[in-house]
């Protein structure tokens, strides 16, 4: 009994590491991976633009973080790049950079409803590639590089630094879009289908296959046997009848889950320019984006959208142009002709009017968010807990069922 017991452990602990283990450490890797990803786009969307006065006043050395958006003007050498905006060129050391590339997806500008939300979740996955693996590049690319600023021999050259990190991104489009395209895009799909999971599922079912090959040929381990032919299905057991139309129900719940985490980091992006804790006065909060414009953040403000207009508790603001909507609609704003939001935007004062519009940072935004956006992040997030635990279930049970019928079948096969 004693020896049926240590090699049924041993076929468990062989499906345990090949298709749990490996593939889990590979998911917890991917979505740490492009968690800091976001993070940092994220911290350098907080850091200055060069200026070419920055760059040529300066002393030799590190002269601090800052951001740049320009194209691909040439390739020097193996490691590095030089990106050119107008009359400014800089260097980038690309020496054990990865390069993001994003999925193309265009974001609806107007009343955007939680159910159009999903609509835009690309189906591309983001790409991270390193620098070494890069063949070629046409010139003209369009990059975003972010990261510590050097001055050597009287030019700007970036460079990645202990435990802050160069962010090189690659992509096509409006450079508007590039933090909410990171934000939204930035993530892989199904993080347990990672560059591990492939050759960990093949040598798992394989070595299971010939575990059972060998312990076939003694009839006292019959029982084992069976387990581990069952457990090589593993692959392809989520596909099989009947458990198969509970793998849809957990692809829906898992994508939902995806979502709502999308969501929640977008609601709360336009906080990032007020310190937490940081008190309102009359409903109002005003700072400053890294380009030295005042920003503002109206709450529960009252939007009239056919005048143009948002009315705090002691203004009344006029808006420059539409105002994008970012969230969930409640039933029936969307008809309504006024609404209470947190609007977030540029702020000016001229000739007693009080104007908000869209600034001049592309990585800043003008937008209405319907409710309190540390709050809506928070229901987001509990949500997203509660379909990443349904999908489990979903796809846990499909394995069980899958697996209990594929073992009952064998059970007749096999003698």
Same mark, same amino acid.
């Given at each position: 009994m004693s020896i049926i017991i240590s090699y049924l452990f041993l076929v468990f602990f062989i499906a345990f590491v090949f298709f749990g283990l490996i593939p889990g450490l590979g998911a917890f890797w991917v979505r740490s991976h492009w968690r800091q990803f976001r993070k940092r786009i994220v911290e350098l969307s907080l850091k200055p633009f060069i200026t070419y006065s920055e760059v040529s006043g300066s002393s030799e050395g590190l002269i601090g973080e800052y951001r740049f958006f320009g194209s691909l003007e040439a390739i020097q050498g193996e490691n590095t790049i030089w990106v050119k905006s107008g009359d400014l060129s800089v260097a980038v050391n690309m020496e054990d950079v990865r390069v993001y590339i994003l999925p193309s997806f265009s974001f609806l500008s107007e009343e955007t409803e939680y159910e159009s939300l999903e609509k835009i979740l690309p189906d591309e996955e983001p790409?991270?590639?390193?620098?070494?693996?890069?063949?070629?590049?046409p010139m003209g690319t369009q990059v975003f590089v972010g990261g510590c600023l050097f001055v050597e021999k009287g030019r700007g050259i970036f460079k990645a630094q202990e435990n802050r990190s160069l962010i090189a991104v690659i992509y096509d489009g409006k450079k508007e879009s590039i933090l909410k395209r990171a934000i939204w895009g930035g993530r892989q799909r199904n993080e347990y289908f990672n560059q591990f999971t492939v050759p960990s599922l093949i040598t798992g079912s394989f070595s299971l296959i010939l575990a059972a090959y060998i312990m076939l040929y003694n009839p006292l381990l019959r029982i084992p046997a069976l387990f581990a032919i069952t457990l090589s299905?593993?692959?392809?057991?989520?596909?099989?009848?009947?458990?198969?139309?509970? /793998?849809?129900? /957990?692809? *829906?719940?898992?994508?939902?889950?995806?979502i709502l985490r999308a969501e929640r980091d977008l609601i709360r992006l336009p906080l990032r320019y007020f310190p937490a804790g940081s008190? #309102?006065?009359?409903?109002?909060?005003?700072? *400053?984006?890294?380009?030295?414009?005042?920003?503002?953040?109206?709450?529960?403000?009252?939007?009239?959208r056919e005048e143009g207009i948002v009315k705090s508790k002691?203004?009344?603001?006029?808006?420059?142009?539409?105002?994008?909507?970012r969230g969930p609609?409640?039933?029936?704003?969307?008809?309504?002709?006024?609404?209470?939001?947190?609007? /977030?935007g540029k702020y000016l004062e001229e000739n007693d009017n009080c104007y908000i519009m869209k600034p001049d940072d592309p990585m800043a935004e003008m937008v209405a968010i319907p409710g309190d956006p540390e709050k809506l992040s928070?229901? #987001?997030?509990?949500?997203? #807990?509660? /379909?990443?635990?349904?999908?489990?279930?979903?796809?846990?049970?499909?394995?069980?069922?899958?697996?209990?019928?594929v073992l009952f079948i064998l059970h007749y096969y096999i003698k």
């Open positions: 790409q991270s590639i390193l620098w070494s693996k890069i063949s070629s590049l299905f593993f692959p392809i057991s989520s596909m099989l009848p009947p458990g198969v139309i509970l /793998y849809f129900f /957990y692809k *829906r719940s898992w994508k939902q889950g995806r008190p #309102r006065k009359e409903g109002l909060r005003i700072s *400053r984006f890294p380009t030295g414009e005042k920003c503002i953040e109206i709450s529960e403000g009252v939007w009239n002691s203004k009344i603001f006029k808006l420059t142009e539409k105002l994008p909507l609609v409640q039933p029936g704003l969307k008809k309504s002709k006024d609404g209470s939001f947190n609007i /977030y928070y229901r #987001r997030q509990k949500w997203a #807990r509660f /379909y990443e635990l349904l999908s489990a279930l979903f796809i846990f049970s499909d394995l069980l069922i899958n697996l209990f019928f």
